[in-house]
């Protein structure tokens, strides 16, 4: 089984390009020092490294100006291609992952980039991206998705995301609930599913045809997605990713032959939470063992690669330390 991290981020959701003018003079990503550090989780056993490019949309399009309107919180108009800048420290992560002996998953968006604009510090907009990434899935591929395949290869790209957890956005998915303004609320402003499918399906197909395998990281088992839809999808990689609640405790069978978890808490976690409880494991109790015996789970229910979540963000699912790399290296070298 192969193992993967999702880095995923040196800064979330900028680390490519230009930054956005108010976050300007952040230090630009040093790829050198992330390919010291692929290098050392390689030795490790890690085999894939996960990564982020648009994320929630913080950095798109910076570097250019189009003519987009806005209309109830999202951008009207047609995507425009990524800058030189941002092909050139794409080339970049590549280049370190292959010197790391990894591979790579670059995600390409996620659902965040669905919801409706939200203005962060300075003035920085996530979000509202919809119509433009979704009203011509051919479009978006031409201009925004084949320019980033020209300047990666194929041998050392694990699969092409299209997306993170597009079921948080879509009518008929699961409930999400998300924090704004220091408060949880229901996500409402959901997107229709027909277009979201045809996105999905459009751009695996066209990163196929590219020469590339497609994946989309799916929260769970997608059964808001049509039969046709799901064949498509299914040709590439597929990806569910698992967290137990008290309702979703037990990770299914793998679907396919070529099934992975794209992600699952490398954080022990808390016996009991809403969002990423403990697995319903007899090593699970232990520090020690709990994700040594989740790899060795994930490996009998038939899945062929399992990516943990994570070595950098910030939330209650990550932990990556000497405590969780020495049961990965347990896990390779048993």
Same mark, same amino acid.
């Given at each position: 089984?192969?193992? %993967?991290?999702?880095?995923?981020?040196?800064?979330?959701?900028?680390?490519?390009?230009?930054?956005?003018?108010?976050?300007? !003079?952040?230090?630009?990503?040093?790829?050198?020092?992330?390919?010291?550090?692929?290098?050392?989780?390689?030795?490790?056993?890690?085999? @894939?490294?996960?990564?982020?490019?648009?994320?929630?949309?913080?950095?798109?399009?910076?570097?250019?100006?189009?003519?987009?309107?806005?209309?109830?919180?999202?951008?009207?108009?047609?995507?425009?291609?990524?800058?030189?800048?941002?092909?050139?420290?794409?080339?970049? =992560?590549?280049?370190?992952?292959?010197?790391?002996?990894?591979?790579?998953?670059?995600?390409?968006?996620?659902?965040? $980039?669905?919801?409706?604009?939200?203005?962060?510090?300075?003035?920085?907009?996530? !979000?509202?991206?919809?119509?433009?990434?979704?009203?011509?899935?051919?479009?978006?591929?031409?201009?925004?998705?084949?320019?980033?395949?020209?300047?990666?290869?194929?041998?050392?790209?694990?699969?092409?995301?299209?997306?993170?957890?597009?079921?948080?956005? @879509?009518? !008929?998915?699961?409930?999400? @609930?998300?924090?704004?303004?220091?408060?949880?609320?229901?996500?409402?402003?959901?997107?229709?599913?027909?277009?979201?499918?045809?996105?999905?399906? %459009? =751009?695996?197909?066209?990163?196929?045809?590219?020469?590339?395998?497609?994946?989309?990281?799916?929260?769970?088992?997608?059964?808001?997605?049509?039969? %046709?839809?799901?064949?498509?999808?299914?040709?590439?990689?597929?990806?569910?990713?698992?967290?137990?609640?008290?309702?979703?405790?037990?990770?299914?069978?793998?679907?396919?032959?070529?099934?992975? @978890? !794209?992600?699952?808490?490398?954080?022990?976690?808390?016996?009991?939470?809403?969002?990423?409880?403990?697995?319903?494991?007899?090593?699970?109790?232990?520090?020690?063992?709990?994700?040594?015996?989740?790899?060795?789970?994930?490996?009998?229910?038939?899945?062929?690669? $399992?990516? =943990?979540?994570?070595?950098? $963000?910030?939330? %209650?699912?990550?932990?990556?330390?000497?405590?969780?790399?020495?049961?990965?290296?347990?896990?390779?070298?048993?």
């Amino acid at each position: 089984m192969q193992l %993967g991290l999702s880095v995923p981020w040196v800064s979330c959701g900028h680390d490519f390009g230009e930054k956005p003018p108010p976050w300007a !003079g952040a230090r630009r990503t040093d790829f050198g020092e992330l390919e010291r550090d692929l290098s050392s989780w390689r030795a490790d056993g890690i085999q @894939v490294a996960r990564f982020w490019l648009l994320a929630g949309g913080v950095n798109y399009p910076v570097g250019r100006a189009p003519t987009w309107k806005v209309h109830a919180g999202h951008f009207r108009g047609r995507p425009v291609p990524p800058t030189d800048a941002f092909l050139a420290d794409l080339a970049k =992560l590549e280049t370190a992952c292959a010197n790391a002996g990894m591979q790579l998953v670059p995600s390409l968006v996620s659902f965040e $980039a669905f919801f409706p604009m939200v203005v962060r510090s300075g003035g920085v907009i996530s !979000g509202g991206l919809r119509h433009v990434l979704q009203s011509d899935p051919d479009e978006t591929f031409d201009t925004l998705v084949a320019p980033m395949l020209e300047v990666i290869r194929p041998k050392y790209v694990r699969a092409f995301e299209i997306c993170n957890e597009p079921d948080w956005i @879509v009518k !008929g998915g699961p409930l999400h @609930v998300r924090r704004v303004g220091g408060r949880w609320v229901r996500t409402r402003d959901r997107v229709e599913r027909p277009g979201l499918e045809a996105l999905l399906v %459009g =751009l695996s197909q066209r990163v196929a045809d590219a020469g590339f395998t497609p994946t989309v990281g799916f929260a769970r088992c997608p059964d808001w997605l049509t039969a %046709g839809a799901r064949r498509v999808v299914e040709r590439g990689l597929w990806q569910i990713h698992h967290y137990p609640t008290p309702l979703l405790r037990t990770l299914p069978r793998a679907a396919t032959p070529n099934a992975v @978890v !794209g992600e699952f808490a490398s954080a022990q976690g808390p016996r009991f939470h809403l969002q990423h409880m403990r697995w319903p494991l007899p090593t699970d109790h232990d520090p020690n063992q709990y994700l040594r015996g989740r790899l060795e789970h994930i490996r009998d229910r038939g899945y062929v690669g $399992a990516w =943990l979540w994570s070595a950098r $963000a910030k939330d %209650g699912a990550s932990a990556w330390t000497e405590t969780q790399r020495a049961q990965v290296r347990a896990f390779t070298t048993r």
